[in-house]
């Protein structure tokens, strides 16, 4: 209901508003009374065109799509319009009005890409919202997805109102407070939302599966000043629809409906990999870590093609609705400062205090927050050294729930990798506990914003778990090798759409080829120094190449292994517990079997001489290892191994007997150990011949593979 008051609080007249016959209908009095009208007059007399009914939008006999050969596009009135009914179309992106456009006499031609809206009029009736569809001449086979974007240039580069263009609008109105006042007052600094209809295609030759009208602006902070810019796109059930209702993620396939979402530009890796961010995410997916979904797309907008752009989740609390069954009431908070986003701050300040009280303790924290999502975090953010954060880029969430517990979701790895003050070198540990010596980053990394990381490693429960965790991550499927992978089939996805791209924005594709191969050299150095850079820091010995073959299913240190394997490092006399079931990983004792070494006469023994557990039939598992210039192996009986790596060793491998598959292929070798004479005293798998041989002894030994020798050593038994 709408009220008049006179200056005294006197109702002089109020009226009740109807629902509205289509978005942004006028409804107003004029002699016969109240009724809806055909067109706005702001600052004018009311018209007198009174409207009841709605005239649809015409119908596009060709629906919008990638096209291969030219067409003809009819535009047909909807059955039952009135006889004075007319179809307005444009073709750049406005939105036709009855003084805007071309009037519909005849086909379109279709031979280029162009973007055709169209709306239907008439002196009886209201008309409903602009159709929109966009014909894309792409001249090529379209390896992504296609996102097309149409709006009224004005929304995007007029100099008072555009979102795109720096503008003039803060200098005609000094007033005005952007949202970032600290980088600029251009207009694109300025939380504005603009009308766009945006257009969602899959494949050649299908129509969108996505086309509606909804809002966007300019997302981001810094990267708002820089050519590319991030666009969020929000549906609003004022334009009809409240959601996008499809997919988007092929990784969150449940996800049938988003509220919004984000077509990201990398900001300070744009001219770089264009995949830091996504790549983190991607990489740490698989983990119970908060992680936002990627999906590259080619974009145009207003039928010009723009190049690529990352579709991605928004870190809202559209977020938590699209990734929690429709979540809508809990706690959504900005910063370690406490900058609110929704709900309130009441459990917020105190778990703040709870951390910050040098009695608190780590059952205290535990019970307030996921830790074990946490320790996710964490580590994905210290092997990526990202110095983009903590004091900035934190998004911390609880549902309003007994028992709920605060959680993180992960967002924006563009500083990262290399990336500005982020060296694969980085004691990042240092860094986000601020322990001399420490890169100081200001802001990104001040007290405040460090506080709960110093205070759960200062719990040793939290730290064993945080040093196993990232352990363990980076000799699975955070290895260096493993991330290459990774970062290989990301590029990949993308490598034929680039070189348009890079065209586009005048960026070389070489240029965008080497930032790919300096990103696989940083993780390269960085999983083996950050390996390095916990031993130092928490100051547990020496790291050593450790290889394990549990067989299948295992757990090591209670962390599933990925078919029972680990390629990695670990530290010396740091306990080490395997076994295949989780539940019963710590129960029982093994029992030394046997062991013995070998030394190796004529120089050391190397990791590529650690071998298969083949020839061992009487032990569970086999932990072998180089010493010097000896080689030892040790046989132990039991459903879990619990040991630790002694010190001197330099290369380690655990297995369990009769493994399926082998960290090393060794399997297929022989071994034949024979005396100074020449006579064969052994022949047979590894621990077969060892069995055999005579203690301190020395024996010429040799590896066959296929009838060929491999290796020969002198070697003895000792």
């Known amino acids: 209901t709408l009220y008049l008051w006179t200056s005294d609080g006197t109702v002089a007249d109020s009226v009740s508003l109807p629902t509205m016959l289509v978005p942004n209908t006028p409804y107003g009095r004029i002699k016969e009374g109240w009724s809806f009208l055909r067109k706005p007059t702001p600052l004018g007399k009311n018209g007198t065109d009174k409207v009841t009914a709605v005239l649809d939008a015409p119908t596009f006999s060709t629906r919008g799509g990638v096209l291969t050969e030219p067409a003809m596009l009819k535009l047909i009135l909807p059955q039952g319009a009135p006889a004075d009914a007319y179809i307005m179309y444009t073709l750049d992106g406005s939105t036709p009005r009855e003084d805007n456009g071309k009037l519909y006499l005849q086909p379109i031609p279709l031979t280029q890409t162009v973007a055709v809206r169209a709306k239907c009029f008439s002196k009886k009736m209201a008309s409903a919202p602009t159709a929109t569809h966009t014909y894309i001449f792409l001249?090529?086979?379209?390896?992504?997805?296609?996102?097309?974007l149409v709006t009224d240039d004005a929304n995007f580069f007029d100099p008072l109102i555009g979102i795109y263009t720096r503008g003039v609008y803060a200098e005609k109105h000094p007033e005005a407070k952007p949202v970032l006042t600290v980088l600029g007052k251009g207009n694109y600094f300025f939380k504005w939302n603009r009308p766009v209809n945006i257009e969602y295609f899959t494949q050649e030759n299908r129509e969108a599966v996505v086309n509606q009208m909804c809002e966007t602006r300019i997302g981001g902070n810094s990267s708002r000043r820089m050519p590319l810019k991030a666009l969020v796109l929000m549906a609003n059930k004022h334009f009809g629809k409240k959601n996008f209702a499809y997919p988007f993620f092929a990784d969150k396939p449940w996800q049938e409906k988003n509220r919004s979402i984000t077509l990201r530009t990398s900001s300070q890796d744009a001219k770089s990999t264009y995949l830091r961010d996504a790549f983190a995410h991607q990489s740490f997916k698989h983990t119970g870590l908060d992680y936002q979904a990627y999906q590259p797309a080619i974009?145009?907008?207003?039928?010009?093609?723009?190049?690529?752009r990352n579709l991605r989740e928004r870190t809202n609390d559209d977020y938590i609705w699209a990734n929690q069954n429709k979540l809508e009431n809990f706690d959504?908070?900005?910063g370690f400062y406490g900058s609110l986003k929704d709900g309130d701050l009441d459990d917020f300040n105190r778990f703040k205090a709870t951390y910050?009280?040098?009695?608190?303790t780590y059952e205290q924290l535990d019970a307030l927050m996921d830790i074990n999502e946490f320790l996710d975090y964490?580590?994905?953010y210290s092997l990526y050294c990202n110095t983009d954060f903590p004091g900035n880029n934190v998004l911390m969430w609880k549902p309003k729930q007994q028992g709920a517990k605060w959680?993180?979701?992960?967002?924006?790895?563009?500083?990262?990798?290399?990336?500005?003050?982020?060296?694969?070198?980085?004691r990042y540990l240092n860094y986000i506990t601020r322990t001399e010596p420490f890169l100081n980053r200001g802001d990104f990394n001040n007290e405040q914003s460090c506080q709960l990381f110093k205070k759960l490693l200062s719990f040793p429960n939290f730290r064993d778990a945080y040093i196993d965790r990232a352990a363990v991550y980076m000799g699975t499927f955070a290895s260096a090798d493993s991330l290459s992978s990774l970062l290989d089939s990301l590029a990949a996805n993308i490598e034929y759409e680039m070189p348009f791209f890079a065209e586009k924005r005048g960026y070389s594709e070489e240029l965008w080829e080497a930032s790919l191969i300096n990103v696989k050299k940083w993780l390269k150095r960085r999983v083996p120094f950050f390996y390095s850079d916990l031993s130092s820091f928490f100051q547990l010995g020496k790291d050593v190449p450790l290889l394990i073959d549990a067989g299948g299913k295992a757990y090591f240190n209670n962390y599933k292994l990925a078919n029972g394997k680990f390629n990695g490092r670990y530290f010396e006399k740091r306990a080490i517990t395997l076994c295949n079931d989780s539940a019963t990983g710590y129960v029982g004792e093994p029992s030394k079997a046997y062991a013995f070494s070998v030394r190796r006469i004529d120089e050391t023994w190397r990791e590529r001489d650690l071998y298969a557990a083949d020839g061992l039939d009487d032990a569970d598992w086999v932990a072998q290892y180089v010493k010097g210039d000896s080689l030892y192996t040790e046989c132990y009986v039991?459903?879990?191994l619990r040991w630790s790596i002694p010190t001197g060793a330099a290369s380690v491998r655990l297995a369990k007997r009769a493994c399926g598959t082998k960290?090393?292929?060794?399997s297929d070798l022989t071994f034949v150990a024979c005396d100074f004479s020449g006579r064969v005293v052994a022949q047979g798998k590894y621990g077969d011949v060892m069995h055999v041989l005579a203690n301190n002894k020395t024996y010429i030994l040799s590896s066959y593979r296929n009838g060929v020798e491999v290796r020969k050593w002198k070697v003895r038994k000792i």
């Open 332 to 334: 959504l908070v900005e």
């Open 407 to 426: 959680r993180w979701i992960a967002k924006d790895f563009d500083v990262s990798m290399g990336m500005v003050d982020s060296p694969y070198n980085l």
């Open 299 to 308: 974009f145009f907008y207003n039928g010009e093609y723009w190049g690529l």
């Open 356 to 360: 910050a009280d040098e009695q608190s």
């Open 378 to 380: 964490f580590v994905l």
């Open 139 to 148: 001249n090529r086979q379209p390896t992504l997805p296609i996102v097309s």
């Open 638 to 640: 039991g459903e879990t």
């Open 663 to 666: 960290v090393i292929d060794n």
